[in-house]
């Protein structure tokens, strides 16, 4: 089966309000006489940049336009990431609306959770309720909780969100209109809810986890002693998230506090490395940490790239 590449803009890392966005539409179509290539998501948003008049980009550039976080389409595409759940085309114009084969929404789940781990988005907005229906399970529904809705005052039983862990923290995932099923009014006030969300929107006990994405770190254990590595870190609702990688392998340790200060903090792959981390005034992370029964210093210098 053929699989189409996301298109990923080139400021993705500068992201949505400093959010990195994964934006999904649900499925390609194409004429009999086109074939179907794993490029054709990629061309479609370069094409729409180029001046094709795609409705259902330009419905949604003009609710990112609306909500006043972007300047115009260029400042939307080449600062989001996107891809449709299902991974390959549906058939032709006469099977546009058609829901994807068994085989392509296994696929789509898989690809979904392999683009949480690859490129950590922050947030991710889904553009279809069709697709929605057949995403991953969230960590709510994996714990029998019900997720929470977008806003249920003003849309009652209407965009709810869930949260899903992927390698170096926590993405939310917000579950929106397909643009022609929506008003552009309401789309656009939905994405002003999505990308200023406060506490009351947020799975970390109410707290939007900072990112400091420039971090670097002074380690010495076992007689071995490194200064200023790079590594990544997230912190907020009190919990922490350090990543980082290592001599060719990646290393993933969370923890969390009870008091934002002291954390107790665990490796993702090895649970008997443990560390003790405080945070201090001058945003740094330091403490001991022990592996195999042995103990060392870690320091963490937090930086945001501000």
Not at 87 to 110: F, M, N
């Amino acid at each position: 089966m053929i699989s189409h590449l996301p298109w990923i803009g080139c400021r993705y890392d500068e992201g949505i309000n400093g959010s990195r966005t994964l934006l999904v539409g649900y499925s390609h179509w194409l004429p009999p006489e086109y074939d179907d290539g794993a490029d054709i998501t990629r061309s479609t948003v370069r094409n729409f940049l180029d001046g094709e008049p795609i409705p259902f980009f330009k419905r949604i550039t003009n609710a990112f336009l609306d909500a006043g976080l972007v300047s115009g389409p260029d400042d939307l595409w080449n600062c989001v990431a996107f891809l449709n759940f299902i991974p390959s085309i549906v058939g032709g114009p006469e099977r546009r609306h058609t829901k994807g084969t068994k085989k392509q929404i296994a696929v789509g789940r898989q690809r979904i959770l392999s683009f949480l781990d690859q490129h950590a988005p922050d947030k991710v907005v889904v553009f279809t309720t069709k697709g929605w229906r057949d995403f991953p399970d969230t960590l709510e529904t994996e714990e029998g909780r019900a997720l929470s809705w977008l806003d249920a005052e003003r849309w009652p039983g209407r965009y709810d969100w869930g949260t899903y862990r992927r390698f170096g923290g926590r993405t939310i995932a917000y579950a929106l209109k397909h643009p022609e099923r929506a008003s552009r009014i309401e789309l656009g006030a939905a994405l002003s809810v999505v990308f200023r969300a406060a506490a009351d929107t947020n799975y970390l006990n109410g707290a939007e986890m900072k990112p400091f994405l420039k971090s670097t770190m002074d380690w010495e254990f076992n007689g071995e002693e490194i200064s200023n590595y790079p590594c990544e870190a997230r912190i907020g609702g009190g919990t922490v998230v350090i990543s980082y990688t290592h001599l060719g392998v990646r290393h993933l340790w969370e923890g969390t506090s009870s008091d934002g200060v002291n954390f107790d903090v665990r490796h993702d792959g090895r649970p008997k490395d443990i560390a003790a981390l405080k945070l201090t005034e001058e945003f740094l992370l330091e403490g001991t940490w022990r592996e195999d029964g042995k103990t060392g210093s870690w320091r963490i210098d937090l930086d945001d790239g501000a």
